[in-house]
């Protein structure tokens, strides 16, 4: 099994949307790529931690490969708005990749490079090291299958 981590607006979309393809064996949504210790979702809403909301996910490298993960990241989101996706805005809802192995990176660069030819304007996504990963409070994990509901509107 291995791990990849994606940022692309409000995590509860972007976690059912993961959470539903063949071979990601589990799924969970939180806060990454910010400086404090003890990251929640009021204090990530307030913009002053860094953090963006996340899904981390685990999946199965015989069944689904990085690139394909990749690439439903790149369907699920705008990744040429700044800070933003759809009505949510803050430098939480950021579009970014946390990779977690130097190959990951050379995927997700070679992935940008090549999605950047569909946009008229700059790709702004991220690609950084997935460090510290805060898992959001329980209420936030699958959200969407709790609740009813499909994904946040673009």
Known sequence: MESA???AGCFWGVEETFRQLEGVQ???????????????YESVCTGQTGHAE?????????????????????????????????????SQYRSAI?????????QAEASKQGVASRYD??????ICLAEEFHRAEEYH????AKRGGGACPI
């Open 5 to 7: 981590t994606f940022a």
């Open 98 to 106: 946390f990779v977690h192995s130097t190959e990951q990176g050379q």
């Open 54 to 90: 996340a899904v981390r996910l685990t999946f199965d490298p015989q069944k689904i490969g990085y690139e394909e993960l990749l690439e439903e990241f790149w369907k699920l989101h705008d990744p040429t708005t700044l800070n933003r996706q759809g009505p949510d805005i803050g």
């Open 121 to 126: 304007r700059p790709v702004v996504t991220e």
């Open 141 to 144: 994990q699958q959200y969407f």
């Open 26 to 40: 589990s799924t969970e949504v939180g806060y990454c790529g910010g400086q404090t210790e003890d990251a929640t």
